[in-house]
């Protein structure tokens, strides 16, 4: 277990998103997502043309992150014989899905020296990876966050399985390509309510092809949790989604959750937006304006690489 190297910024600083300052150089960013039943990806640059059709392979039922990461690989590399210049200066980036990994935000009161700040930090970070991850080699990392003058010190902390994070390396050093940002997930999905300015403390409930993610922010603290589900355009089974449902909205009263936003891919229908609208107390819908809602993380991910 260690700090990932530097290039590396496993959770990109929250409320620090904003619009690339202009350039005499155009920056082209590509930011791209692996799962075990699809993977997806596009390419844009700071003027925000789209210069690779957003792309996406998805599977029908569960396989290994290896079978997809193949898959990508091959077509990657037809990317690279048609867009060759585009590789060249494109800068890489992808997000770790939550089971994965977690996210915390600690807190410590301010009259606390900044020596003994950094010791409590690395001392639950050590507690964290001993309880969820006894047997599993990880990379973490951490960032004191901006605070208000009454307020504690906010330490966010991501923690990612180092395996995962090696495959994705080897494939791109394959193809002799260098990844500048590895984030994770829920950290991207934050970001996008913030992106978006939604009022805080705010939670998304984002859905994917093979889980909804319910993520609910405040200042002192991140809520969070995934719930299974196999999405299909061709065939909703309306049973089991409700069984999910029910286990959702227990979760939301559980844990006093509200100003509720949908996101994902189920935004991109209107049978299964009013389906969740109807279910469930959303407040209203985060969608992006420049690809379709599939794709608002990875766009998220994007606005990010932009800012590297």
Same mark, same amino acid.
């Given at each position: 277990?260690?700090?990932?190297?530097?290039?590396?910024?496993?959770?990109?600083?929250?409320?620090?998103?904003?619009?690339?300052?202009?350039?005499?150089?155009?920056?082209?960013?590509?930011?791209?997502?692996?799962?075990?039943?699809?993977?997806?990806?596009?390419?844009?640059?700071?003027?925000?043309?789209?210069?690779?059709?957003?792309?996406?392979?998805?599977?029908?039922?569960?396989?290994? %992150? =290896? /079978? !997809?990461?193949?898959? $990508?690989?091959? +077509? #990657?590399?037809?990317?690279?014989?048609?867009?060759?210049? *585009?590789?060249?200066?494109?800068?890489?980036?992808t997000?770790?899905p939550?089971?994965?990994?977690?996210?915390?935000?600690?807190?410590?009161?301010?009259?606390?020296?900044?020596?003994?700040?950094?010791?409590?930090?690395?001392?639950?970070?050590?507690?964290?990876?001993?309880?969820?991850?006894?047997?599993?080699?990880?990379?973490?990392?951490?960032?004191?966050?901006?605070?208000?003058?009454?307020?504690?010190?906010?330490?966010?902390?991501t923690?990612?399985?180092?395996?995962?994070?090696?495959? %994705? =390396? /080897? !494939?791109?050093e394959? $193809?002799?390509? +260098? #990844?500048?940002?590895?984030?994770?997930?829920?950290?991207? *999905?934050?970001?996008?309510?913030?992106l978006?300015?939604?009022?805080?403390?705010?939670?998304?409930?984002?859905?994917?092809?093979?889980?909804?993610l319910?993520?609910s922010?405040?200042?002192?603290?991140?809520?969070?949790?995934?719930?299974?589900?196999?999405?299909?355009?061709?065939?909703?089974?309306?049973?089991?989604?409700?069984?999910?449902?029910?286990?959702?909205?227990?979760?939301?009263?559980?844990?006093?959750?509200?100003?509720?936003?949908?996101a994902?891919?189920v935004?991109?229908?209107?049978?299964?937006?009013?389906?969740?609208?109807?279910?469930?107390?959303?407040f209203?819908?985060?969608?992006?304006?420049?690809?379709?809602d599939?794709?608002?993380?990875?766009?998220?991910?994007?606005?990010?690489?932009?800012n590297?």
């Amino acid at each position: 277990m260690e700090p990932p190297r530097e290039k590396y910024n496993l959770l990109p600083p929250l409320n620090k998103l904003k619009l690339p300052l202009l350039s005499k150089r155009e920056k082209v960013v590509f930011p791209f997502v692996v799962d075990t039943v699809f993977y997806r990806g596009l390419s844009f640059n700071s003027n925000y043309q789209t210069l690779i059709k957003p792309f996406e392979r998805t599977y029908p039922e569960e396989t290994t %992150i =290896e /079978e !997809v990461l193949e898959h $990508l690989k091959e +077509e #990657l590399k037809e990317l690279m014989v048609q867009k060759p210049k *585009l590789f060249a200066n494109a800068v890489f980036g992808t997000y770790i899905p939550a089971r994965f990994g977690l996210v915390r935000i600690y807190t410590f009161p301010k009259t606390i020296k900044r020596n003994e700040l950094i010791q409590s930090v690395d001392l639950y970070i050590q507690e964290d990876i001993s309880e969820n991850f006894p047997h599993t080699e990880v990379l973490y990392s951490y960032d004191i966050l901006d605070s208000n003058e009454n307020e504690p010190y906010r330490v966010l902390v991501t923690v990612v399985e180092s395996e995962i994070i090696r495959k %994705i =390396e /080897e !494939v791109f050093e394959e $193809l002799g390509l +260098e #990844l500048e940002v590895i984030s994770y997930e829920p950290v991207c *999905l934050i970001n996008l309510g913030l992106l978006k300015g939604l009022p805080e403390p705010f939670t998304i409930l984002y859905t994917e092809r093979n889980k909804i993610l319910i993520v609910s922010y405040r200042r002192d603290n991140i809520l969070y949790e995934t719930f299974s589900y196999l999405f299909s355009e061709d065939k909703v089974a309306e049973d089991l989604l409700n069984l999910i449902i029910w286990d959702i909205r227990n979760y939301i009263v559980l844990n006093d959750i509200s100003n509720i936003y949908l996101a994902g891919i189920v935004t991109e229908y209107e049978h299964l937006t009013e389906f969740f609208l109807e279910k469930l107390p959303i407040f209203g819908i985060v969608s992006i304006d420049k690809f379709p809602d599939r794709y608002a993380l990875t766009y998220t991910l994007g606005e990010r690489l932009l800012n590297v």
